[in-house]
């Protein structure tokens, strides 16, 4: 019997935040559902990057082509101003600097872009276990560190450190 209660508190617990996206309509749904489909995204290709699938480039091309396609000015439209609030999960800073979110969604498809040209390498170099810990840091931006010297593991790392940099400058904690 406990444990059946623990199943059921999980059970509801996680079914939060998809209820905040059930009731998301217009715009803030486009852009929730989205950003989930971007997420779905990253885990399987940090997966294949890691081996816990095997590496399949035309994938992992797909992948990063998609993430381009929804970024950029695509991304930048699905956040009108008025938009905000609940259950939308986007601060006021994305207005007050729309600039800087703009040129976010630009790196995220240039670096998208990157790792779909880059598909075909043989992936070198190594990534955090989930694409969320990717930090920009010094000398990241060169291409060294941990990501190894370009190649699919570095545009890779670039793509979740764009992301993760909008997510802390622009949306609200869960």
């Known amino acids: 019997m406990k444990l059946s209660l623990t199943v059921l508190a999980l059970a509801a617990a996680a079914g939060i935040p998809a209820a905040a996206h059930q009731k998301a309509t217009g715009v803030v749904k486009e852009r929730m559902e989205l950003m989930e489909r971007f997420d779905e995204l990253a885990d399987r290709i940090f997966a294949m990057m890691h081996g816990e699938l ?40 994305i207005w007050r600097d729309f600039s800087r979110f703009e040129n976010d969604a630009a790196a995220l498809a240039d670096w998208s872009r990157a790792l779909a040209a880059q598909a075909d390498r043989r992936p070198e170099g190594r990534l955090p276990k989930d694409w969320e810990d ?14 190894g010297n370009g190649g699919p593991v570095s545009a890779a790392w670039h793509v979740a450190a764009v992301c993760n940099a909008c997510h802390a400058a622009f949306r609200e904690e869960d």
Do not use: C, Q, W
């Open 54 to 93: 095997a590496y399949d480039p035309a994938a992992v091309r797909r992948a990063a082509e998609e993430i381009s396609e929804g970024a950029g000015p695509h991304l930048t439209s699905l956040f009108p101003e008025g938009s905000s609030g609940a259950p939308s999960e986007a601060k006021a800073a």
């Open 134 to 147: 990717a930090v920009m840091g010094p000398g990241m931006m060169r291409g060294g560190g941990m990501m």
